[in-house]
């Protein structure tokens, strides 16, 4: 069975700071994807990234940065000199083919609610 | 245009009522899914459709029954509702299996149940 643990229930941090979500997986199969989701105070759910298990790259785009690694079942998410918009609820989650391939479901960890104070 | 739509946003009603929920979307997406999110923001998958087939029912009660008239609308009908029914139900769609970004989805903005 999937699972994603998201340790942090609630970081608080000053704007301008830097602040890193944990995310740690588990899953038995070697081909899986890892995702990122953000759901801001007024409810929507927006993908952020996804990453496939075979490419272990760290990836930069703007203030944000994702670090994968295997070798952990990791895959943290750094936002650099966090502002005040960053301020949201960030889930991380894990996808599998469905048995047969027909479909693929995520798992969701339970979210990091982030706030970030002016 | 929106490309994910939820009717109602917002839902109170009685327990012992049936409800429904509809969820259109326009992204020519071949899969269509319901996900929960309770009171303590955890989501969880419902029911997938492929092409108008159910292919994921993850143990949810009988009391809820999608239905996908096409590929393009996935309903979610709630009888009998029950308190522990509240929550954010989440419909989302993803493009054709093994093409590029086959299990991104993309969210609706969400339907919010109170079952007083």
């Known amino acids: 069975a999937q699972k994603v643990t998201q340790a942090q229930t609630e970081i608080s941090v000053v704007e301008k700071e830097d602040v890193t979500l944990d995310c740690v997986y588990e899953?038995?199969?070697?081909?899986?994807?890892l995702f990122w989701y953000k759901q801001p105070p007024s409810g929507e759910l927006v993908f952020l990234i996804r990453?496939?298990?075979?490419?272990?790259q760290n990836e930069i785009s703007g203030r944000y940065s994702w670090n994968f690694q295997k070798s952990t079942s990791s895959f943290n998410f750094t936002i650099t000199a966090s502002q005040v918009v960053d301020s949201a609820v960030y889930f991380c989650?894990?996808?599998?083919?469905?048995?047969?391939?027909?479909?693929?479901?995520?798992?969701f960890g339970k979210g990091t609610l982030l706030t970030v104070n002016p | 245009d929106t490309a994910v739509s939820q009717t109602p946003k917002y839902l109170v009603t009685q327990m012992g009522n049936d409800k429904s929920i509809k969820c259109e979307q326009n992204?020519?997406?071949?899969?269509m899914y319901w996900y929960k999110q309770d009171s303590k923001k955890f989501l969880k998958i419902m029911f997938s459709?492929?092409?108008?087939?159910?292919?994921i029912n993850e143990t949810v009660p009988n009391r809820f029954s999608p239905k996908s008239p096409d590929k393009a609308h996935l309903n979610l009908h709630i009888n009998s509702l029950e308190l522990g029914d509240s929550a954010v139900y989440f419909c989302a769609s993803s493009p054709k299996l093994y093409s590029s970004g086959a299990n991104v989805l993309t969210f609706g903005a969400g339907s919010r149940l109170t079952v007083l």
């Open positions: 992204l020519g997406h071949d899969t």
């Open positions: 459709y492929n092409n108008k087939e159910l292919i």
């Open positions: 899953t038995r199969d070697t081909t899986y994807y």
């Open positions: 989650a894990l996808s599998e083919a469905h048995s047969g391939g027909s479909n693929y479901k995520l798992t």
């Open positions: 990453r496939n298990s075979f490419d272990e």
